[in-house]
């Protein structure tokens, strides 16, 4: 089946620094990633619509400068977390939409960020 | 409001037992509604989806447009069920809509 590949599976970083999380379909093009957050024991909460070569589609409440998307290519979504704080730890998760195959969603690993 | 609800946070059943996880939704369209399962340390992956009608690993939906509910059953429980299920709700934007999830733990 198609897989979704996130890098880092975890990161550590310093508040105030900014870290990038990538989100990566391994055999099959997406033009339409999608881009989650879960807190622990929580439901996942949808950030934002990443789609190849336009501006992503934040949701209500997310801060589009906070939080910075980029779809640069139809297999590679990047998110940004700049001018990390501790409240921003959180459990990162993508996933991607399959053309085809009844746009099935396959979703990434997630990534850990912690921010200290 | 689109909203997917699910009213348990645990269920906890023997192994053998019948077990039914609940989900109701609202939305003003035609749903397009999914159940996930996130095994311990795994991905979050696709169980099933209820235009398709099938049954994976025992379990089965059905969509009650009447009572706007996606319930997950499955007649006999095994150790390997044990999980975090989600339901889902698929806009027409192709965003998908989580309910809160519901941890399942089958005791031997």
């Known amino acids: 089946g198609a897989v979704v590949s996130q890098h880092p599976s975890w990161v550590i970083c310093k508040s105030g620094t900014s870290v990038k999380i990538e989100c990566r379909s391994l055999?099959?093009?997406?033009?339409?990633m999608f881009w989650y957050r879960q807190f622990p024991k929580q439901s996942l909460m949808l950030m934002a619509t990443s789609n190849e070569g336009s501006k992503a589609t934040y949701e209500q409440g997310v801060e589009k400068d906070k939080f910075l998307i980029n779809h640069a290519s139809l297999t590679l979504s990047t998110l940004t977390v700049t001018s990390a704080h501790p409240e921003d730890s959180s459990f990162y998760i993508c996933?991607?939409?399959?053309?085809?195959?009844?746009?099935?969603?396959?979703f990434g690993e997630g990534s850990w960020l912690t921010v200290v | 409001a689109q909203r997917v609800t699910q009213p348990e946070k645990l269920l906890s059943v023997f192994k053998g037992a019948p077990v039914e996880l609940k989900c109701n939704y609202s939305y003003s369209g035609s749903p397009e509604l999914f159940w996930y399962v996130q095994y311990s340390r795994q991905r979050l992956q696709l169980l099933l989806r209820h235009i398709s009608r099938e049954s994976i690993k025992g379990f089965t939906a059905d969509l009650n447009k009447g009572e706007t509910s996606f319930h997950l059953k499955k007649p006999f429980a095994q150790e390997e069920d044990s999980a975090m299920y989600y339901c889902?709700?698929?806009?027409?934007?192709?965003?998908?809509?989580f309910g809160q999830g519901t941890t399942l733990q089958v005791k031997p």
């Open positions: 996933s991607a939409s399959q053309a085809g195959s009844g746009n099935t969603i396959y």
């Open positions: 889902a709700l698929k806009r027409n934007t192709g965003k998908l809509i």
């Open positions: 055999d099959f093009q997406a033009t339409t």
